[in-house]
């Protein structure tokens, strides 16, 4: 049983997703070969390779607004896992979902998720190894998805060093925009693209594997601000972020939304399933040169904060604002 503390009774909206994870990794005895806390767990297969094993579920009315279609529902449930995946430098090998399924529900809704499924598991070459199915009061898909990697060249979040390089993959800020675009009915498809067909970075996370120049690494489901705390809290050390670095969406740099307002959105827009990772600084240039699309966007620092370098060179804290199950979000 969990010990008992003040904090028994909380709501879990007072104390946000991460909070309970952490309480209950801090219960939890068992621990796998790389620890808990990380984007996927792992077994050991033999002395070079480790089986990686995410599981990520995704609920109607939570995370699929009304606008989205259940091709996309099914499309977007195996990415977030195979993003996972992807974030730990691993090839993706098998993939398994449970439906959770109202009674009402008409035959062809679920068979249209299922070929969303098929689709990027096909994209992905990942095979679809197993289904179950249970009823359920609104339609809930949770995967899992099985991959490989090198032990050696395993990503994780922990292991940033002060003066290493801080990068992200692709551009940030487009789902978020999307999200608000479908909720206020906006129309701005590219967008909307970009929050209804996430792509997980598979290859791009092996590049990074097999360079053996990444100190650290995750995915930002969560957003970019969240995800820089998070690895603070794996690695001990803090982040200084150039706000003029930021690679920003393309939907969202035309948007007619402030210059303000365009960097917020990138910094802790969530279901963005790019890369952020730090990189040896004597190793920047030759990375950069063989990975395509990362940016540099800050250095690794002492001091356990997260800082944003404004365009005047002022410094100010980044706030934690990313998107966090169990707490309020604003979408307008």
């Known amino acids: 049983m969990f010990s008992q503390n003040k904090d028994e009774d909380s709501m879990l909206s007072d104390i946000g997703e991460r909070e309970i994870i952490r309480r209950l990794i801090s219960e939890t005895g068992a621990v796998g070969i790389i620890g808990l806390g990380d984007d996927c767990g792992a077994i050991e297969i033999d002395k070079k390779r480790l089986l990686l094993l995410s599981t990520d579920t995704k609920v109607d009315g939570t995370h699929f607004p009304n606008a989205f279609t259940p091709f996309e529902k099914g499309w977007s449930i195996v990415a977030a896992n195979l993003s996972d995946i992807a974030a730990m430098g691993g090839t993706p090998i098998g993939f398994l979902i449970a439906y959770g399924l109202p009674r009402e529900l008409h035959f062809s809704v679920l068979e249209e998720v299922q070929k969303g499924i098929n689709a990027c598991l096909k994209e992905y070459s990942t095979p679809f190894i197993g289904a179950d199915t249970k009823e359920h009061k609104v339609m809930t898909l949770t995967g899992t998805a099985i991959g490989i990697v090198d032990k050696r060249s395993v990503l994780l979040r922990k292991g940033s060093k002060r003066g290493d390089v801080v990068c992200v993959t692709g551009t940030l800020g487009g789902a978020a925009l999307g999200l608000r675009s479908m909720i206020n009915h906006l129309g701005l498809r590219k967008a909307e693209d970009r929050f209804r067909r996430p792509v997980p970075k598979i290859e791009t996370g092996k590049m990074l594997a097999k360079s053996g120049l990444v100190t650290s690494c995750m995915d930002i489901s969560d957003g970019l601000s969240s995800s820089l705390y998070e690895l603070m809290r794996a690695s001990g050390n803090g982040f200084k972020v150039n706000s003029s670095s930021i690679p920003i969406h393309e939907s969202l740099l035309s948007s007619d939304l402030d ?18 990772f730090t990189v040896k600084p004597d190793g920047i240039s030759r990375l950069m040169k063989s990975v395509p699309d990362i940016t540099a966007i800050g250095i690794v620092i002492e001091s356990k904060e997260v800082l944003l370098v404004l365009p005047s060179k002022e410094e100010q804290i980044l706030p934690d604002r990313g998107f966090e199950h169990f707490r309020r979000i604003e979408t307008k």
């Open 259 to 276: 210059d303000d307002k365009k960097l917020e959105t990138a910094l802790h827009s969530g279901d963005e399933y790019e890369l952020l």
